[in-house]
């Protein structure tokens, strides 16, 4: 044990110093800390978004983003629903059995990939390489499409094609059918996309 004699006013002025520097560190941290939280920005990205489908007539596509997604939301014709069973034998996963639990919610596990047959809900990019594919609504024979073309979407930059359901066709480079993102009613005509609680 050293014989030196303490000062007393240094020892006071060294933890007076500390303890200012630890208050200081302190509040140095807090924003430091605080940039680790999400922002409002981020926060907003992935919370559900409302769609009002009331003017969307029968043939028609509205487009609103979730999570920084497309999501489609198309009002199909009673001519579009019927045809969409006939089309099963041209089809990769026509039941929507390949990987359910991440592109088809159990709501939408039939043949419409619905809740309401006529109104479908899918994100718009392509399962293979995260493309958007296009609007092909119009029927019959098509450059890039087959000559019975019932109607449905195109994927400019493979060349994979979808039907009216998001149902993708065999032999093309996307691997599984669109994504059905949660969703559910509110009303009949307003959709909440990114929740399914009451689906």
Sequence with gaps: MSDTPVDNSK???????????AVGGAFTA?????????SERAKAAGAAVEADISSLKPGEKMTVEWRGKPVWIMRRTPEQVAALPSLDPQLADPKSERK??????????????S???????VVGICTHLGCSPSDRFQTGAQP?????WKGGFFCPCHGSTFDL???VYKNKPAPDNLEVPPHMYLSDNKLLIGEDKKA
Excluded: H, Q
């Design 100 to 113: 359910p639990d991440e592109f088809t919610p159990e709501y939408a596990r039939n043949e419409m990939r």
């Design 144 to 148: 890039s499409l087959p000559d019975d």
């Design 165 to 167: 359901a998001g149902r």
């Design 115 to 121: 809740i309401k047959p006529e109104v479908l809900v």
């Design 30 to 38: 807090v924003p430091f800390i605080r940039s680790f939280e999400p």
């Design 11 to 21: 020892r006071t002025w060294i933890i007076a110093s500390s303890c200012v520097g």
